[in-house]
């Protein structure tokens, strides 16, 4: 069964552990991120990253129209490219896809956006945010089918082709549950959901998913997303989700094994 991979592109990951462990693996699908990218190339182009916390906890970035022009090009050009070119390198050829690609991802602008700026709650203005709505694993399937290696990014259209930053996290998710994957892997710069994010022991190990809700107040800043993104999985009969590091030797199989939060 499919097995579907989302790495994270925030500082602190490492990208060779995982494609050199994915590389010689079967079917999978791989979901990247990229925000260290988005905000050296956005610095370097005079659009410095923004970033908001909505009023639950959520940290987002912040998609101005000038700003989204920068996650494309970043996501959908510099850290797709560089992650295909990768899994060449070590023998698997694979297909980087946007959202837009095959019509991938569906989603809506978020309206209404909220922010908490020095204490109080304002609107987020001139947004392009999306939610997504839905995926459509066709191109997946036929690229898995050939035996090609699906490696897909942010961002999304909706019905009428308007560009929307999705979050990849969520976009994981989606596309796991599109596939019916049996297991979810969430690779990012840390060893799991903490009790407290300063304790690399307090790691929780196992979530039933149940008590999904119970942990979230654990799940601070970007962290909340993945939480989030496990439990949407979940509800979409994805069998279990791992949140665990990219870092080390085979961290997909390390997942795999309960290193890390497992939701399930």
């Given at each position: 069964?499919?097995?579907?991979?989302?790495?994270?592109?925030?500082?602190?990951?490492?990208?060779?552990?995982?494609?050199?462990?994915?590389?010689?693996?079967?079917?999978?699908?791989?979901?990247?991120?990229?925000?260290?990218e988005v905000d050296r190339l956005g610095a370097a182009l005079g659009r410095p990253a923004e970033y908001f916390t909505s009023p639950s906890g959520v940290v987002s970035r912040k998609s101005t129209p000038a700003?989204?022009?920068?996650?494309?090009?970043?996501?959908?050009?510099?850290?797709?490219?560089?992650?295909?070119?990768?899994?060449?390198?070590?023998?698997?050829?694979?297909?980087?896809?946007?959202?837009?690609?095959?019509?991938?991802?569906?989603?809506?602008?978020?309206?209404?956006?909220?922010?908490?700026?020095?204490?109080?709650?304002?609107?987020?203005?001139?947004?392009?945010?999306?939610?997504?709505?839905?995926?459509?694993?066709?191109?997946?399937?036929?690229?898995?089918?050939?035996?090609?290696?699906?490696?897909?990014?942010?961002?999304?259209?909706?019905?009428?082709?308007?560009?929307?930053?999705?979050?990849?996290?969520?976009?994981?998710?989606?596309?796991?549950?599109?596939?019916?994957?049996?297991?979810?892997?969430?690779?990012?710069?840390v060893s799991g959901l903490r009790r407290d994010p300063g304790d690399p022991s307090s790691v929780i190990a196992h979530v039933?998913?149940?008590?999904?809700?119970?942990?979230?107040?654990?799940?601070?800043?970007?962290?909340?997303?993945?939480?989030?993104?496990?439990?949407?999985?979940?509800?979409?009969?994805?069998?279990?989700?791992?949140?665990?590091?990219?870092?080390?030797?085979?961290?997909?199989?390390?997942?795999?094994?309960?290193?890390?939060?497992?939701?399930?």
């Amino acid at each position: 069964m499919t097995l579907v991979v989302k790495v994270g592109g925030a500082a602190g990951n490492a990208l060779d552990p995982v494609l050199d462990e994915l590389a010689v693996r079967p079917d999978f699908v791989l979901v990247h991120g990229g925000s260290d990218e988005v905000d050296r190339l956005g610095a370097a182009l005079g659009r410095p990253a923004e970033y908001f916390t909505s009023p639950s906890g959520v940290v987002s970035r912040k998609s101005t129209p000038a700003h989204l022009e920068v996650v494309v090009l970043a996501l959908a050009g510099a850290v797709q490219t560089r992650l295909v070119a990768g899994l060449a390198a070590r023998g698997r050829s694979a297909v980087g896809l946007s959202g837009v690609d095959g019509g991938l991802l569906r989603a809506h602008r978020k309206e209404g956006a909220r922010a908490v700026t020095d204490g109080r709650v304002v609107r987020v203005e001139d947004d392009r945010s999306g939610t997504l709505d839905s995926v459509d694993p066709t191109i997946l399937r036929l690229l898995l089918g050939a035996g090609l290696v699906p490696v897909v990014g942010p961002p999304a259209a909706d019905p009428r082709g308007e560009l929307l930053n999705v979050d990849a996290d969520r976009v994981a998710a989606a596309v796991a549950v599109a596939l019916g994957a049996e297991t979810l892997v969430l690779l990012t710069n840390v060893s799991g959901l903490r009790r407290d994010p300063g304790d690399p022991s307090s790691v929780i190990a196992h979530v039933a998913r149940a008590d999904v809700g119970s942990v979230l107040p654990f799940a601070g800043g970007r962290m909340k997303k993945k939480v989030l993104a496990a439990q949407e999985a979940l509800a979409g009969g994805v069998g279990s989700v791992v949140i665990a590091s990219s870092q080390g030797k085979d961290p997909v199989a390390r997942a795999l094994a309960g290193a890390g939060t497992v939701f399930r």
